[in-house]
């Protein structure tokens, strides 16, 4: 096994080996770019050292071999006390992190060799001290561990006792005697002095990049962005190249494209006379890219050269760091840059139109998750806003209201029309009300896997966590971020997609790209937005690859026709136990209080026009297109009343003497109905088959609405399904009842009305048997949350809020069941019903109608394993469209 790579042994292919940053160093070596010399220790090298505590036996030798070559190439030796060769170690995972260890510039610099830098620099003391200051600086803090502020203290009393405001205005002489301070800091805090041997320090260096894979915020990053903690880091040794050697030289980054419009053009920022870090860390005011073009010509079209070999090679935004040593250019990263959700869709589109990929690859260049994030209304960009601070951005949207700070007063204020923003240090269960009542939540702690976060993202409520700089007082009900103090009652602004939080109302616009899908705007109008023009585009590329359809969770003809403009394909789940609700509760309540048949029946047939109005104005709105209708599925408590209220008011009527007959009645069913476990209780169709008539009443309603649609010459393509059904037995008896009532309303009218009659797969039983229930459906849909519920045997009305955060910070699962499909448990489940089921009728439509059916991820489940549809929201249509087209991509 090799441990060390040189930059030219390597390829962009190789991240999980050389991390991110060597393998695209090695493959801009190998494209004949200008990059400094160096190689890569692998991750191999870090999993071994993280192991067993120490580095493998041969890397050492490794290391040396390669440092020889290094120095060969170089014509000097590291450290070389009168012309050092200096190097960077740098680290380098596969996933960039945030957390891990900085690089350490300028590694070879001692007492000795600060002199012969000086010497080669042509006699540049300046640049030869605020090298080595630069060194000792960093090495202390990212290797020794010494307290950085020592440093920056020590920094900022030598520019005041110079009485200058930069530090490129301090002389050698200054910088000399910074290097004295930092060095005795060293001392003080390691009890050791600063290394002197240049090969110490590059060892040191190298242990101390490996030992940062595992720091508290790594590990913090890692889990919050679902990157697996083993995969370990690489170390770059890169030879030295000087942007501090005065006003021709300097350090930059730059972007091949715009990463937030995705236009073509120059940007970056550029820094005279610094090295590396201070371009972000904002110590001196940069240019604008631009403006090096008339500080060095040629090192500027050199850039713009290589920029775009860059993008042809990547065919991609790439961003990058160079720096210019005398007019010398010089690449030292590159990467295919993070762009915004909208720049996402350009850019794809972009790069088609120039040739350099095609419509496949551009739907892998954008996802489900982007578009969703373009979906939701946003804040005004041209408001004036305050920002208060900044915290994740844990779950999507705009949010206004009042800052309350818990969430009784949530609860209160929001019940008297108030919207509210519900604040916390950090939420735990007993917030649940509060969250609900709310329009958004903020937390100053936790990340994307707190309570405050999962249970948002469950919700679809938008939710900022982590607002480190918020101070939240509960007990004085209010906020402070430094002099700013926000009561209780005061407007705040939170944004879900980017983290934000603002002072007062921040008017918020809705997504250009829902006025697309709604039909309000359109593509190829002269005002249409460019981001519609991609979205557009990217739609049509999923569209015409996708097999899967897609289909809608609808219950009423105005949300059918939102989901028709969306682009549903039909209807995949409409819940008739939404037509019960309101004022028809009550003949409901008359149906479960009926003591003989003749109350039954007509408490049924109050019901039936009713329902049948309903389906023929869905049947309408999805005039062509396949609606399935669910016959009632929950338990029937549901449509009573409360069982604690209504005892207190029969207990309370009863002292009075003044019971009401029809109350005492409807106790006696509340409690004849209570269950302890409702959701394996009595329902779906379990219902069917114990209450008579209810079926066959919502079976009839069904086959007279499309009878009524097909004299009125409409194209009604309806399908009858039956919930919770474990045994073909059970079905079997539907089926039959079914059959009659079809029969006799086909032989009334003297049509065909050609009504399929299937069954949902939510029970692990029914997935089981899907090969006998087979014979008496003809289509399955599986649902996925009941699957869920029953495979885990959790109940999600009360787990999300309860153990889930515990569940996810240990890792258990990486994101919650209910939003991605558990592919190897209930996915399994799923796929061997899927096989079953085809077996013993080869042309069973199957589909899914749970929440998963709009999961990007999920899709591409559903997708692998063949079914033929997948059923969503109206508002996920979109998503699922694309992530369809991605899959068959
Ligand atoms: P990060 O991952 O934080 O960007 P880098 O390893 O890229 O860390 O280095 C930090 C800064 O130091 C960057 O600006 C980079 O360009 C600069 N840098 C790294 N190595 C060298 C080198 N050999 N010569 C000059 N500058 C360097
Ligand atoms: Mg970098
Ligand atoms: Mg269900």
């Known amino acids: 096994q090799k441990f060390v790579y040189d930059f030219t042994e390597g390829n962009r292919d190789l991240k999980d080996l050389l991390g991110g940053k060597g393998a695209n160093l090695a493959e801009m070596t190998n494209l004949g770019l200008p990059v400094p010399p160096g ?16 580095a493998p036996k041969e890397l050492r030798d490794e290391v040396s071999a390669h440092l020889d070559a290094l120095e060969a190439k170089m014509g000097k030796k590291l450290g070389q006390a009168d012309d050092p060769l200096l190097v960077s170690v740098r680290s380098g995972a596969k996933f960039s992190m945030p957390g891990m260890m900085d690089t350490v510039l300028n590694i070879g610099l001692s007492d000795k060799s600060v002199t012969g830098l000086a010497k080669q620099a042509g006699g540049d003391e300046r640049f030869a001290w605020d090298s080595y200051r630069r060194l000792i600086q960093m090495f202390g803090k990212t290797v020794l561990g010494v307290d950085g502020e020592l440093f920056e203290d020590a920094l900022e009393e030598a520019k005041t006792a110079k009485k200058v405001k930069v530090d490129t205005d301090l002389e050698a002489a200054d910088l000399k005697r910074l290097v004295k301070k930092f060095k005795k800091i060293v001392s003080d805090a ?105 500080l060095d010509k040629k090192s500027y079209d050199q850039l713009m ?15 990058i760091e160079f720096t210019i040593e005398r007019g010398q250019l010089w690449m030292l990263q590159t990467r295919v840059g993070k762009r915004t959700a909208g720049a996402a869709f350009r850019i794809a589109t972009q790069l088609v139109d120039q040739g350099l990929i095609d419509e496949a690859e551009a739907l892998q260049r954008v996802n489900g998750a982007q578009l969703a994030q373009l979906m939701f209304p946003r804040f005004d960009d041209e408001a004036k806003t305050q920002l208060l601070g900044r915290g994740i951005a844990a779950s999507p949207g705009a949010a206004v209201g009042k800052a309350v700070f818990d969430s009784y007063t949530a609860v209160k204020w929001s019940r008297s029309g108030e919207k509210v923003i519900l604040i916390r ?35 679809g409520k938008t939710c900022v966590c982590g607002a480190e700089e918020i101070e939240v007082d509960t007990k004085r009900r209010r906020l402070t971020v430094g002099s700013t103090v926000v009561e209780e009652g005061d407007v705040v602004s939170i944004d879900g997609s980017s983290g934000k939080v603002y002072l007062g109302e921040v008017p918020v616009v809705p997504s250009p790209v829902v006025e697309y899908f709604e039909g309000r705007m359109h593509a ?34 105005e949300d059918a026709l939102r989901a028709r403009r969306f682009g549903a394909q039909g209807i995949g789940l409409c819940r008739t136990e939404h037509m019960f609700l309101g004022e ?58 409360d069982i604690t209220e209504l005892s207190v008011r029969v207990a309370l009527a009863e002292s009075r003497k003044d019971a009401n007959e029809n109350d005492l009645r409807l106790l006696q069913a509340v409690h004849r109905l209570h269950e302890q476990n409702p959701m394996l209780g009595l329902r779906g169709v379990r219902l069917g088959l114990v209450i008579p008539g209810l ?33 073909v037995q059970e079905l079997e008896f539907v089926r039959e009842e079914a059959e009659t009532v079809i029969a006799e309303v086909e032989a009334a009218h003297g049509i065909d009305l050609k009504l399929a009659l299937g069954t949902m797969i939510e029970l692990p039983r029914a997935a089981i048997t899907a090969g006998q229930i087979a014979e008496a459906a003809e289509f399955f849909s599986f649902g996925t949350n009941d699957l869920t519920q029953t495979v885990w045997g959790f109940s999600r009305d009360d787990v999300e809020a309860s153990f889930f955060t515990a569940y996810l910070e240990k890792g258990i699962f990486g994101v919650s069941p209910f939003e991605t499909i558990d592919r190897d448990g209930v996915g399994a489940l799923v796929k061997q019903a899927v096989e079953a089921g085809r077996r013993t009728r080869p042309d069973l439509k199957l589909g899914v109608c749970g929440e998963h059916g709009g999961d990007p991820e999920s899709v591409h489940f559903f997708h692998e394993v063949g079914l033929d549809y997948v059923s969503c929201s109206p508002f996920r249509i979109p998503v699922a469209r694309l992530e369809a087209g991605r899959a068959a991509a």
């Not at 190689?39 to 120490?54: N, P, Q, R």
């Not at 079926?695 to 009604?716: L, S, V, Y």
Request: aromatic residues 6%; negative net charge; charged residues 30%.
């Open 39 to 54: 190689f890569t220790i692998t991750t191999e090298a870090c999993k071994v050292y993280l192991d067993s505590g120490d």
């Open 190 to 294: 390691c009890g050791r002095d600063f290394p002197q041997d240049p090969r110490e320090q590059m060892d040191l260096a190298i242990n101390a990049v490996f030992d940062s894979w595992n720091t508290d915020r790594a590990k913090l990053y890692r889990r919050q962005e679902r990157i697996p903690g083993d995969l370990g880091t690489a170390v770059n040794v890169c030879s030295m190249v000087f942007g501090n050697l005065g006003p021709d030289s300097g350090t930059g980054v730059a972007f091949t494209r715009d990463p937030a419009s995705g236009h073509q053009g120059v940007y970056g920022d550029y820094l005279q006379n610094a090295q590396g870090e201070d371009v972000v860390a904002g110590i001196r005011n940069t240019v604008p890219l631009a403006d090096l073009e008339s």
């Open 305 to 319: 050269q290589i920029m775009e070999t860059l993008e042809t090679h990547y065919k991609d935004l790439c961003d």
């Open 425 to 459: 240090r950090e939420t735990n269960p007993d917030d649940l009300d509060g969250m609900i009542a709310a329009e958004g939540i903020l937390t100053s702690r936790g990340g994307k896997t707190s309570h405050a976060a999962v249970v948002a993202r469950g919700m």
């Open 524 to 557: 190829g109008a002269d005002d249409a937005d460019e981001l519609v023009e991609a979205v557009h585009r990217i739609m049509a590329y999923a569209d015409r690859r996708r097999r899967l359809r897609v289909r809608a969770n609808a219950d009423n003809a």
């Open 584 to 641: 028809r509760r009550e003949m409901v309540e008359k149906l479960i209080l009926a003591d003989t048949d003749d109350e039954r029946e007509d408490a049924l047939k109050s019901l039936l026009p009713l329902q049948k109005k309903d389906f023929i104005e869905l049947f309408e709105a999805m005039d062509g297109l396949p609606v399935t209708v669910r016959l009632l599925d929950p338990p029937l408590h549901e449509f009573l009343p």
């Open 695 to 727: 079926f066959t009443m919502q079976i009839r309603a069904i086959a007279e609405a499309a009878a009524a649609r097909k004299n009125a010459k409409g194209d009604p393509r309806a399908e009858i399904m039956i919930p919770l059904v474990g045994s």
